[in-house]
């Protein structure tokens, strides 16, 4: 006599695969647009990802929403720069300079987020992003060259993979102050800090609008490195390794499509897409202000 197979191991084994993967699959295009977009204006896409993990995961720590979106932006960064190198459009000389810059303060962001009070510093914050979106929008070619007469001020010149030539002169000294504050402010609001470095690099240090992203991009692989490290030296990924490595799986992919993207479209419409981000974390932090 033929006993009855018992499959409800089997389908519960079934029930739990599926259940694991159809988040895994929704984070990982999540990552994927995440990536090109921000690849797409050098920003990383932080400033995207803070405000959605924030919605997805209400209860989590600050400290361990910045530790996934920094983790994120890493491997957006990596990716991005690998793309950017075939471009040939980062300005490297400068952006060594810049990623150096930035480690102290991405490491001290990383570290005090969650311990001070940050209810005026996110409407102070806000507002700030939310002017700055503007004025890009309505000046996306404005060109205020800081200090650009003094011992600190060097030339680049810039010739990319399809022959096109950018020169430029900038006060490499004045850079590197900013860096060091861009390090701190994007590493403890978890934003990468590409939305502040691209503005800074095209307005008041004449950068052009694809080497100000290619070359943020690549100052942002080690500033979002750095900030990383340190929020898993706190302990932060130990729950949130997995939403993690499936929205870097797809940001992996979404990368170089930013990158591509980037060939085609016109320097000042990147830094409205910009703007746009701008605003979009400007408006988060004045909602986030308004509700404590």
């Excluded at 991405?106 to 001070?116: D, E, F, M, Q, R």
């Excluded at 502040?196 to 950068?207: E, G, R, S, Y």
């Excluded at 993690?244 to 016109?266: D, F, K, N, Y």
């Amino acid at each position: 006599m033929c006993k009855g197979v018992d499959l409800s191991g089997t389908l519960g084994l079934v029930e739990s695969t599926v259940a694991g993967v159809v988040p895994f699959i929704g984070l990982a295009g999540l990552g994927l647009i995440v990536g090109a977009y921000g690849t797409l204006i050098g920003a990383g896409g932080g400033f995207v990802l803070v405000p959605l993990l924030l919605i997805l995961y209400p209860h989590d720590a600050p400290a361990q929403v910045t530790a996934i979106s920094l983790g994120v932006v890493f491997v957006n960064a990596i990716s991005g720069s690998l793309s950017y190198f075939r471009l040939k459009r980062a300005d490297y000389r400068t952006g060594f300079w810049l990623a150096g810059a930035t480690l102290p303060g991405a490491v001290l962001g990383s570290i005090v987020v969650g311990s001070i009070p940050k209810g005026a510093f996110d409407l102070m914050m806000g507002a700030t992003l939310l002017a700055v979106g503007g004025y890009l929008v309505a000046q996306p070619s404005a060109r205020m060259p800081l200090m650009v007469d003094g011992p600190l001020v060097v030339k680049r010149t810039i010739t990319d993979s399809s022959g096109r030539s950018y020169s430029y002169r900038l006060n490499l000294g004045l850079a590197v102050l900013f860096s060091i504050v861009v390090g701190f402010l994007s590493s403890l609001l978890g934003i990468g800090g590409g939305i502040i470095h691209v503005p800074l690099l095209t307005t008041f240090f004449a950068f052009p609008e694809h080497v100000a992203t290619a070359t943020s991009h690549f100052t942002l692989m080690f500033m979002s490195a750095a900030a990383t490290a340190t929020h898993a030296v706190e302990g932060d990924y130990l729950t949130t390794y997995k939403t993690t490595i499936a929205l870097a799986t797809g940001v992996l992919v979404g990368a170089p499509v930013g990158a591509a993207i980037s060939e085609r479209v016109e320097g000042h419409w990147i830094v409205r897409l910009l703007a746009v981000a701008l605003g979009v974390v400007g408006l988060r932090l004045l909602l986030v202000a308004s509700a404590l």
